[in-house]
């Protein structure tokens, strides 16, 4: 089992920057990669960005390039997602799951085997 502890959501103004923080314990070791997910009101869990413990891979999607970005401390187990220049259209809230992601398969939430609980982030215009 592996567990994944969220943290880091808030409210911010369009144009601000969060950071949120995921602390992973258990077996990581069964998994070879976390991702970023995030779901609004009544749409679907939807792929953000997403880092192999390596830290070889990296991937995004095109909504936040150039705004996001992924990266991990394998010391500390925790992957971030730095968001910088948030927009109103950024509010949801931000999932990061943990399992097997390969190239052809980061962006779909099945290869995802653990989740967190969850982070609020609200951008207010």
């Known amino acids: 089992q592996v567990q994944l502890v969220e943290s880091g959501g808030g409210l911010v103004q369009a144009g601000g920057s969060l950071r949120l923080s995921c602390a992973a314990s258990g077996r990581t070791a069964s998994t070879n990669g976390l991702g970023w997910f995030r779901q609004a009101p009544g749409k679907e869990r939807a792929f953000v960005a997403a880092?192999?413990?390596?830290?070889?891979?990296?991937w995004y999607t095109d909504s936040v390039k150039g705004r996001f970005t992924v990266s991990r401390d394998n010391a500390k187990n925790t992957v971030y997602l730095q968001m910088n220049s948030l927009k109103p259209e950024d509010t949801a809230v931000y999932y990061c799951?943990?399992?097997?992601?390969?190239?052809?398969?980061?962006?779909?939430?099945?290869?995802?085997?653990?989740w967190g609980q969850g982070t609020q982030v609200t951008v207010s215009s």
């Open positions: 880092i192999t413990w390596s830290g070889k891979m990296t």
């Open positions: 799951g943990a399992g097997s992601i390969w190239s052809n398969t980061y962006y779909y939430t099945a290869p995802y085997d653990y």
